[in-house]
Every structure is written in C-alpha cells, then in structure tokens.
C-alpha cells in the first residue's frame, strides 16, 4: 500500500506542475499580446504570492523526488527521511493552504476589474437586501471563492491527524 501512495501522490503532484505550467503559460502569453494590451506579469499580490506558491511548489516537489521517489540511501537514511517527512507533509499542507489563498486573491482582482459593488445612499444596516444589486458575473465569483474555502476546510480536516492530537483530561 506505501509504495501505491507514493506513486499515486507523485502522479498528483506531476499533474498539478503540469496543469500549473499551462496555466503559467496562458498568463504570460495573455498579459504579453500586443493586440488586446499589454498587462504587467508582477503588479498584484495575487501574482506575488502565486509566484512564492509555485517556489515553494517546486521546492516541495524537488525535495519529495529525491527522498521519497529515487530513493538515494546514501543522503537519505531512514533517519533524515523520518526528518524529511515531518517538514514535507507541513511544506505540502502549506502549499495546499497557500494555493488556495492565491486562487482567492485572483478572484478578487478580477471582481475589483469588474467592479462588484452596488450604489448606497444611505447605511447599508441591511445588506441582504442588495444582493441582487451585485452583478451576476460577481455573484459567481463570490460562489466559486466560498467553494474554495470549503474545499480547503475539508481537506485541512481530512489531512488532520486527530489521533495524535493532545487530549485534555477533563
């Protein structure tokens, strides 16, 4: 079962820097076209944390290939690779955490291009009542970012090891 794991993990983990590249790709190629105007690659905090994430992504990768896939038991001994672990399965959740951050911090670009607010003119005590003031295209992204909040939530649960968890004797 550990090697299937291994290689099942290792095959995630090639999709998503493949599925990353194409996507890396697509942006530059977008922000660097003549005919719809030229867009600065590194002018937001979204693009400054999704460059760290892709830094730490490879790191991660990098790290994970060469302690766990090639296996070089010269440099990894079952001691370094116990310590190895450790940081790599933090590292992991990290990237995870921080992907997920990114994705938020693009769709908020997006909707402040779009511009998602509505006219007041007076409090807003009663926001609900504006809903459907926010244009449609927003209310999808604020859907999909919710989605993405959910969808690291359950995973940060469902990576959580609460049998190892301190329990308070009460």
Known sequence: QGPQKKLLHGIEWTVAALSATVGLVAVVQSHNDAASGFIANLYSLHSWVGVFVI???????AVGTCAF?????SIFTPAVKANVVMVHR?????????TAATILL???????FIGCNYTVTKADTFPI?????IPKVCR?????GILVVLTTLCTNF?????EKAPHRNR
Request: hydrophobic fraction near 50%; avoid cysteine.
């Open 55 to 61: 830094a730490m992504y490879l790191s991660q990768f």
């Open 90 to 98: 933090f590292v992991g959740q990290f990237v995870y955490n921080l």
């Open 69 to 73: 896939a090639l296996d070089i038991p």
């Open 140 to 144: 999808i992204g604020h859907f999909i």
């Open 106 to 112: 693009g769709i908020q670009e997006k909707e402040g």
């Open 158 to 162: 469902a990576l959580y090891s609460f």
């Open 129 to 133: 009542q504006h809903f459907f003031d």
